[in-house]
């Protein structure tokens, strides 16, 4: 039954990371390593350049990271709600939350909610 209760967090879980556009953020990311990454491969360039184009990308990098670590708390936030919940009733659901049982079987859970989703959206 504990089980059941930690599959409404993960739902959630879910559903905010769809909201949040996670992917979007992380193809920008990349996309911005890579261009920090080809800045050191321009041979002609000279390091005043590098130094300025390479400090415009901080600040972007920056960025990026600050929206990646709020939309990821924002994802697991109902996982964090958990704990105090627990505590208050005393239901044991952390207990169940590092239960290999319940990582082996939310896997599958999310995948077809997202593909059950997909299909009557």
Do not use: H
Request: glycine content about 4%; aromatic content about 16%; charged content about 20%.
């Amino acid at each position: 039954m504990d089980i059941f209760w930690l599959l409404i967090p993960l739902i959630i879980c879910v559903e905010i990371a769809n909201r949040t556009n996670l992917g979007n953020t992380l193809s920008l990311f990349l996309d911005l390593l890579g261009k920090i990454r080809n800045i050191f491969s321009y041979k002609k360039a000279s390091d005043r350049w590098k130094e300025k184009a390479l400090l415009g990308y901080s600040f972007r990098f920056l960025n990026l990271n600050f929206q990646l670590l709020i939309k990821l708390f924002l994802i697991f936030s109902p996982f964090f709600l958990i704990l105090p919940i627990d505590r208050i009733f005393g239901i044991a659901l952390t207990k169940a939350l590092i239960d290999p049982y319940f990582l082996m079987i939310s896997i599958p859970i999310v995948i077809a909610y997202t593909k059950i989703k997909k299909r009557f959206s």
